[in-house]
């Protein structure tokens, strides 16, 4: 099983930054995949930024040029720079990280960390 602790999600005003962190501990032998994905309420969960193995990046149109995904390798650690932040980036934000295993990939998520942009 694979631990997921997120970290860094609160409340702050149009135009701040935020940064989001995820720690992944448990047994983890190969990471895939590392990456960000939020649900605002009545809308289904999106891909924000994730981070493949071997270092290409993925980024939501609605966040490039203001979000910045990077990981700590050595810790298991995925961050999240959100800059200029908008009211729609209002959502709960889900660390998502993807584990080799012999039989084939694996899933796993965090419980979510809340981001509000509001005046």
């Known amino acids: 099983q694979v631990q997921l602790v997120e970290s860094g999600g609160g409340l702050v005003q149009p135009g701040g930054s935020l940064r989001l962190s995820c720690a992944a501990s448990?047994?983890?032998?190969?990471?895939?995949?590392m990456g960000w994905y939020r649900q605002a309420p009545g809308k289904q969960r999106e891909l924000v930024a994730n981070?493949?193995?071997?270092?290409?990046?993925n980024y939501a149109n609605s966040v490039k040029g203001r979000f910045t995904i990077s990981t700590d390798n050595a810790k298991n650690t995925v961050f999240l720079q959100m800059n200029s932040l908008k009211p729609e980036d209002t959502a709960v934000y889900h660390c998502?990280?993807?584990?080799?295993?012999?039989?084939?990939?694996?899933?796993?998520w965090g419980q979510g960390t809340q981001v509000t942009v509001s005046s």
């Open positions: 981070i493949v193995s071997g270092g290409s990046t």
């Open positions: 998502n990280v993807v584990v080799r295993r012999t039989s084939g990939l694996e899933d796993y």
């Open positions: 448990g047994s983890i032998f190969s990471i895939y995949v």
